[in-house]
């Protein structure tokens, strides 16, 4: 079975950069046709996509937050990272990833899911 496990520290400070690593085990974040997604959830919101990186490695980035997101992949390590940068109170969030099939907006997979939190 595939796991993916989320990492990274629990507490930002504001104007920092949220870095944030998911594991992937079970299954190559380079297999065709699979996606891999960060998607975050507020406290007493819904769940929010925030983008995702293509099995070919390119990457796809929710226009409300691209100009503060980046996305990397390390395939030696099957791993793939989220950059939030500029970060404020509302970042903060439970994160998950998770893994797409086909882009299709299914997930088959998820993380457990890290809770980040925003504040000096």
């Known amino acids: 079975q595939v796991q993916l496990q989320e990492s990274g520290p629990g507490l930002v400070k504001p104007s920092q950069t949220l870095a944030l690593t998911c594991t992937v085990s079970?299954?190559?974040?380079?297999?065709?046709?699979?996606?891999w997604s960060w998607i975050r959830q507020p406290p007493g919101k819904g769940l929010e996509w925030m983008g995702a990186?293509?099995?070919?490695?390119?990457?796809y980035y929710s226009p409300s937050l691209k100009s503060r997101t980046s996305f990397s992949r390390d395939t030696s390590k099957n791993q793939f990272t989220l950059q939030l940068s500029s970060v404020t109170p509302e970042d903060t969030a439970v994160y998950y990833c998770a893994r797409d099939v086909a882009g299709s907006g299914d997930y088959d997979y998820w993380g457990q899911g890290t809770q980040v939190t925003v504040s000096s």
């Open positions: 990186i293509r099995f070919s490695g390119n990457i």
């Open positions: 079970g299954g190559s974040i380079t297999t065709n046709y699979y996606y």
